[in-house]
């Protein structure tokens, strides 16, 4: 009599646990809908216009919404973030996973993580007021001297721009991109090692030519997974791109101020009144945003787990 | 014995290399650190941590209502979040052996590197249109952040558990659910506890999620409605001011933040190394 009610209970605590472990894709799901059911109106009206447009005009009458400056912001700030993160990132990873003496190991890559803890709004403050001088004055100043003419170097050297964002995101990626690659690298079974020593590889050559090729696919996954950091990104970027709006937001130019799609949500959301079109039309890009997040993080999912996986196998 | 020469000299040199890049990335680090504290330390008084006065142009006010409202909807974030995160781990350690498991721990690792910015907005949406800006759709937007992060910690530290403690527990007939709560849980107690305060100190620096849900406040709350304040808001709103009292209070303000936060996560990596040293 009493034993059978033993199962009940677990039964359950297991439907409970199975319930809320569909948690995180119930926040994607009410995410997904939300942003969808709310941006239709304005990708209704103006279809395609919205994703090649450049104008952006709320005033009543002459109103008109695309968001392809955003978009490239986004783009430009977070290539940027990559062109710099990532070999830095690398260096990092390799250094501490294969090349450096293995006391170091653990509290030279702590503090490196350290980084990732930074609140996003300090790296903002610290980007407006210290950094962008070092980058208006050393990298700017020669670039713009030099390269001007050049239309990607064209622009004031201030130092509230693009370039600036885009530094400050390889900054902020350095973190999940090592940490994430010194993992993958870490899943390499120590049989390739073995097997490239006794040929008499250096260290480097071990890892250059064995170790890396095996993580490759698992390190493209970090990539990646930095880029949909970079994507996201919002309040930092916005106290340093300079937030411009309509075609002068187009990323032209290194030196000149832009905007990106987290940075105008953020800036615009409260100058509009919700049921307008421009309401609408800001979820558009929240919307876009979101779906290019989504397909980042999967696509870096897929990579990282694949290899990660091998650990686990029989190779061990 | 000359291209082994090229060789050795190959491995030094990338070497250097590895080792510079971790120099190129601590140097921001160590730069944000020294100016926050230089920056921020000449703000610190009682009176800055505890008044709600303004900023004026020459001196900084007070982030009592920041403060406050930061370890309030941490706090409401913590009593939502945690636990349904650790059920959630649960599951995933204790029967995740199948595909829905699978598929859920994917949307987890997907959301936890989300945009924190569409947790605000769809916050915004769904309870900010309804009942208002109050410190509860801020905990609300932040749980979206820590569930998955408590999630995979949990899971990753129920499953260092050894089998044998669950296969003891049921060889003393304890239910399996009794037994994952008060024995399996105990067991991975100090994962389940680092894992979370290393969630808590990730969503206490969020701005963009608090701005569209408790909107930011310079007045102390009294009850839990209506716009609330935080101390990554109140950086948010003081810096642009062209004053040197404003632009003191917000680097104050985020001396006070990078010190909860940086204390958590360097206290929780000192004690996951002892623990891994005591353990040999």
Known sequence: MRLSRFPTSDYAFKLVAAALAASALVILLLMGYTLLSSSIPVLKRFGLYFFTGTKWN???????????????????????????????????????????????????????????????????????????????????????????WIPIFSGPPIGVDVLTAGCILAIMIIPTVSSVSREVISAVPNSVREGAYSIGATRWEVTRNWVLGYARSGLFGAVILGLGRAVGETIAVSMVIGNTIGPSALPTSLLKPGQTMSSLILNLFFEATPGTQEFSAILGVGLFLMVLAFSINIIARLMVTRVLKVKGGAIE | MDRYAVRRFKNRLFTF????????????????????????????????????????????????????????????????????????????????????????????????????????????????????????????????????????????????????????????????????????????????????????????????????????????????????????????????????????????????????????????????????????
């Not at chain 2, 999630?151 to 990753?156: A, D, G, K, L, Y």
């Not at chain 2, 290393?198 to 102390?220: D, H, I, M, Q």
């Not at chain 2, 716009?227 to 808001?233: A, D, F, H, K, R």
Request: proline share 6%; glycine share 10%.
């Open chain 1, 58 to 148: 709320s005033a009543a009458g002459k109103e008109i919404y695309g968001a392809l400056p955003y978009m490239l912001g986004t783009l430009v700030t977070s290539a940027i973030a990559l062109i710099i993160g990532v070999p830095i990132s690398l260096g990092i990873a390799i250094f501490l996973s294969e090349m450096s003496p293995r006391g170091i190991r653990i509290p030279v890559s702590n503090l490196v993580e350290l980084l990732a803890a930074v609140p996003s709004v300090i790296y903002g403050l610290w980007g407006f007021f210290v950094f962008r001088f070092f980058i208006a004055d050393y990298i700017e100043t020669p670039l713009s001297t030099y390269f001007g």
């Open chain 2, 17 to 280: 290399l590895g080792a510079a890049c971790v120099i190129i990335a601590v140097i921001p680090l160590g730069s944000i650190l020294l100016d926050v504290v230089v920056k921020g330390a000449p703000a610190l008084s009682w009176k800055f941590l505890t008044s709600s006065s303004l900023p004026s142009p020459t001196s900084p006010g007070g982030i009592g209502p920041a403060i406050q409202g930061t370890l309030i909807m941490v706090g409401l974030t913590s009593l939502i979040g945690i636990p349904i995160g650790v059920m959630s781990g649960i599951y995933l350690a204790e029967y995740g052996d199948n595909r829905y498991a699978s598929a859920m721990r994917f949307f987890s690792d997907v959301l936890t590197e989300f945009p924190t910015i569409i947790a605000g907005i769809t916050v915004y949406l769904i309870f900010v249109l309804v009942f208002g800006y109050s410190p509860l759709a801020g905990a609300l937007a932040l749980s979206f952040i820590l569930i998955p992060i408590v999630s995979r910690t949990t899971e990753e530290s129920i499953k260092l558990v050894p089998n044998s403690i669950r296969e003891g527990s049921s060889a003393l007939g304890i239910r399996k659910w009794r037994a994952t709560v008060s024995i399996v849980l105990r067991a991975a107690r100090s994962g389940l506890i680092t894992g979370s305060l290393l969630a808590v100190a990730r969503v206490a620096g969020e701005t963009a999620p608090l701005l569209f849900t408790a909107f930011g406040n310079t007045y102390y709350l009294h009850g839990l409605n209506g716009p609330t304040g935080s101390l990554t808001m109140y950086i948010f709103t003081d810096w642009k001011q062209p004053y040197s009292g404003y632009q003191q209070a917000a680097w104050g303000a985020a001396l006070v933040l990078i010190l909860i936060v940086l204390a958590i996560n360097v206290a929780v990596r000192l004690a996951s190394r002892e623990r891994r040293m005591g353990r040999r």
